[in-house]
């Protein structure tokens, strides 16, 4: 299984990115896809992540501004982000876990892709 995340880049605060992460590879029929972030000097944290049946979750930082979704037969997850603001700049690492369960099966990672908020 791999990973291709895409659609970081440069935003002012308050505008919107779109990030798209495809896999490859046979990942099964439930699973769990979904973004982490890791900035400046920081350790990577759960961004939020969906179930192949639809169960969302989210970081309390980025309810209501970030929503996740996927296009199963694409096997592609996509984080619409918006009303970004400068503490949101970071790598963002798209990922599968090969059960609904973020804590079991095998996890795979696609390579980062840096959004950056600022004026």
């Known amino acids: 299984v791999q990973l291709q995340a895409s659609g970081g880049g440069l935003a002012q605060p308050g505008g919107s990115l779109r990030l798209a992460c495809v896999a490859s590879?046979?990942?099964?029929?439930?699973?769990?896809m979904g973004w982490y972030r890791q900035g400046p000097g920081e350790e990577r944290s759960m961004v939020a992540d969906?179930?192949?049946?639809?169960?969302?979750a989210y970081a309390e930082s980025v309810k209501g501004r970030f929503i996740i979704s996927r296009d199963i037969a694409k096997k592609t997850v996509y984080l619409q982000m918006t009303n970004l603001k400068p503490e949101d700049t970071a790598v963002y690492y798209c990922?599968?876990?090969?059960?609904?369960?973020?804590?079991?099966?095998?996890?795979?990672w696609g390579q980062g892709t840096l959004v950056t908020v600022s004026s």
């Open positions: 990922y599968l876990q090969t059960t609904p369960w973020r804590y079991k099966g095998r996890r795979y």
């Open positions: 969906l179930t192949s049946s639809g169960t969302p």
């Open positions: 590879g046979s990942i099964g029929s439930s699973n769990l």
